[in-house]
């Protein structure tokens, strides 16, 4: 067995395996980012272990105090990477290894419990055979237990809303605000890289609102359209490109509507009560966009390419001009989402017996 090396070794540590990239885009990584906050609040390090990030992703951490190693491997989610994830655990002596992403299956979490690691998945949809980690974390809506019949008898389940993460800018923010009867304010927030630039869709759908929309666009660091988008709002009045904001927070807050990717973006959203229209651009995205829409709380656009321009432009017209529906749909999201996520977590994390 490796020894911790006990010059680096934390009992309180956190160490988390996640990746982002243009395909993988940045939320796997940022949801880690906001449980590692939480850790780093309840007096926990965090060590963060990446083979891929975003533009400015690992300094950001650095800056937070979160501990950076590159990690390089042929394929992430190989027998390698798991081996020296694990040893690194070990070696840290990190009380908690977090695995974020679809290629961390089965046997990656196995090895890494086999070595003496305790593990945290994180889930979107239940779509592994067989589930070994010590806890599950899914915290979309449509969670459930059915979607874990194959686990471990020692894998916990936390599952749903009530563990949606937070960061800790989205917690010091006033979440309430009344929305106005008439409204041209408009956030359009893909995600850290929209391979297939659906954002340039929803601007060009804005444009076609009547009533001259004041569209802010949130364009992430991983975004390879970065200067077509910067040319196509050059072109129309009234919008305005954020590159990578560090006030998204504010940005949420300024908005009375938002065209959103239906991932964790949404819990932001939600929280702060800001009515959605969603659209799916990962498989993995489309039940949690249904569910919203279900609940109340967004427009659900369905699979991105098959959402027309007429179509997000009517949604956008619609919601804008509605605001009983606006009111409506803000109260039906911030019941989804109440801040509280993250402190769930880790009572349960630090609740856990070594």
Not at 314 to 339: E, F, H, K, P, T
């Amino acid at each position: 067995m490796i020894m911790p090396d006990h010059a680096q070794a934390d009992h309180e540590g956190l160490l988390i395996r996640a990746d982002a990239s243009t395909q993988l885009g940045a939320g796997h990584a940022m949801r880690c980012f906001a449980l590692a906050k939480a850790w780093q609040k309840s007096g926990g390090r965090v060590t963060i272990a990446m083979s891929e990030a975003l533009p400015g992703m690992q300094e950001r951490f650095r800056n937070e105090g979160i501990r950076v190693e590159h990690v390089s491997f042929l394929e992430g989610g190989s027998k390698e990477d798991a081996k020296q994830t694990g040893a690194l655990g070990l070696r840290i002596g990190a009380r908690w290894t977090v695995v974020d992403g679809y290629h961390f299956e089965p046997a990656y979490v196995r090895h890494l419990r086999d070595a003496g690691n305790r593990v945290l998945l994180f889930d979107d949809d239940g779509c592994f055979g067989e589930y070994c980690s010590d806890v599950v974390l899914n915290q979309n809506l449509g969670a459930s237990e059915e979607m874990y019949l194959q686990r471990s008898e020692c894998t916990k389940l936390m599952l749903g809303t009530d563990y949606a993460l937070l960061r800790p800018e989205f917690l010091s923010i006033d979440r309430f605000h009344e929305p106005v009867p008439a409204t041209n304010r408009l956030l359009v927030c893909m995600g850290g890289s929209d391979a297939e630039n659906v954002t340039e869709k929803a601007i060009q759908a804005a444009a076609q609102v009547g009533g001259k929309m004041q569209t802010t666009v949130v364009v992430g660091s991983g975004n390879p359209h970065q200067e077509q988008l910067r040319g196509l709002a050059a072109r129309l009045p009234g919008v305005r490109i954020q590159h990578n904001p560090a006030n998204m927070a504010e940005l949420m807050c300024e908005a009375d509507l938002a065209v959103s990717a239906a991932g964790s973006t949404c819990w932001e959203l939600a929280y702060l009560g800001v009515p959605m229209i969603v659209t799916a651009i990962a498989k993995n995205q489309e039940k949690n966009a249904q569910a919203l829409a279900e609940r109340g709380a967004a427009i659900n656009l369905g699979w991105h390419e098959n959402a027309s321009l007429t179509e997000i432009s009517n949604s956008i017209g619609q919601l804008a001009g509605d605001v009983v529906r606006r009111r409506a749909m803000s109260q039906a999201a911030r019941n989804l989402v109440d801040g509280l996520g993250a402190k769930r977590v880790i009572n349960v994390l630090r609740g856990a017996t070594a």
